[in-house]
């Protein structure tokens, strides 16, 4: 099946910084979200981008379908954005499921 | 409803019980996933439906696990003689349409289970 490979797994940041996460994938997709999971475990969809740009606020995503990689600028942390970001894609082939990353495991301190 | 609901919220249950948990997907969305995150983990699925095809059931991990999802909306996942290595959230999600859709797919908050 297709593989799904997030970087970097840990990343610790001042309040104010920016940061790029990274998700790279095998085969080619025709669904592709990022996820924020907040500390309830609360899965947050943040973009559906299986190609393109897409901007919301200080989050915005670019998703390279040709290259096979996404990427998600987080701009002026805040410590509320800490939790685990996901990406999730669904295969272009016959696969119905979401398959997800190991996360990049976010920490924003103030 | 306006988003994916998920019943109960917390369910902690013994060894060797049988347990259901329930989904309620949004309103009108043909496709819904049972996904399971145990502690510290990523998600893991575990099975899928779409309309009125036959479920995708290649992520259930053992005939203790069942689910059904009656009249294409209400989905109830049953694990059985549940084990410890059970205990994590189940996650449920739906989304407008199924493969090779270019839908968004929303999850529901989850159903935390701990088996002692």
């Known amino acids: 099946g297709i593989q799904v490979e997030q970087s970097p797994p840990d990343l610790i940041l001042q309040e104010g910084a920016n940061s790029t996460l990274r998700c790279n994938f095998s085969?080619?997709?025709?669904?592709l979200q990022w996820f924020h999971q907040n500390p309830w475990g609360q899965l947050i969809n943040l973009f559906y981008i299986p190609s393109g740009t897409k901007q919301n606020g200080r989050l915005s995503a670019t998703t390279v379908a040709t290259e096979r990689y996404s990427l998600l600028y987080i701009s002026s942390s805040q410590t509320t954005d800490s939790g685990v970001y996901f990406c999730a894609v669904i295969s272009s082939g016959s696969a119905r499921q979401l398959t997800f990353g190991s996360g990049t495991q976010l920490t924003v301190l103030p | 409803g306006a988003g994916v609901s998920q019943s109960p919220s917390n369910k902690v249950t013994e060894k060797g019980k049988d347990v259901e948990l329930r989904c309620d997907p949004i309103?009108?969305?043909?496709?819904l996933y049972w996904y399971r995150q145990s502690l510290g983990q990523g998600l893991e699925f575990l099975i899928y439906f779409q309309g009125n095809s036959a479920p995708d059931k290649s992520g259930l991990p053992s005939d203790r696990f069942s689910a059904e999802r009656t009249g294409g909306s209400v989905s109830t996942l049953t694990i059985q003689r549940t084990q410890q290595e059970d205990s994590a959230v189940y996650l449920c999600?739906?989304?407008?349409?199924?493969?090779?859709?270019?839908?968004?797919?929303?999850f529901g908050e989850g159903s935390w289970l701990t088996v002692v």
């Open positions: 309103s009108g969305h043909t496709a």
């Open positions: 085969d080619s997709v025709n669904n």
């Open positions: 999600a739906s989304s407008l349409l199924g493969q090779g859709a270019r839908n968004t797919i929303y």
